[in-house]
């Protein structure tokens, strides 16, 4: 995709700080992070959502995240992957954050408001989803 930030730093179009490349994966620092070592992954193979990419390419994801974790020595941290505007992705391109949370201030910030399920409806909705499986 020609306006795809991260499409042009796989093409080498915009630098950046790579970690990790491969025929399928890149991976590299990001220049917004929200703690040291905050870092992305990225398949090579552009799509929007999760859901775009063939599972050929996904393969190196979490494998690198967690040599990203080891090599940063992150002891807390977050993996990230949001689909979506409304689920917070700002580029339009599939991308794993690593995050690390050194302390309460530093790193992924959220809340989780959680409610109690009516549980009849979530059996339901488990047996829907459980025979689409």
Not at 1 to 21: R, T
Not at 83 to 106: L, S, T
């Amino acid at each position: 995709m020609a306006a795809c930030i991260f499409c042009k730093i796989i093409k080498g179009e915009i630098p950046c700080f790579k970690l990790f490349e491969s025929d399928k994966t890149l991976a590299f620092l990001d220049i917004g992070p929200l703690s040291k070592g905050h870092a992305l992954v990225i398949p090579k193979f552009h799509g929007e959502k999760l859901t775009d990419i063939p599972d050929e390419h996904l393969s190196e994801i979490l494998p690198i995240a967690k040599k990203l974790v080891k090599v940063t020595g992150a002891e807390n941290y977050n993996i990230l992957q949001n689909n979506g505007r409304i689920a917070h992705q700002v580029v339009d391109h599939v991308h794993f954050h690593m995050i690390p949370k050194p302390n309460e201030k530093e790193g992924l910030g959220i809340g989780w408001p959680t409610e109690p399920a009516d549980m009849d409806a979530l059996k339901a909705y488990f047996e829907e989803v459980k025979a689409k499986m």
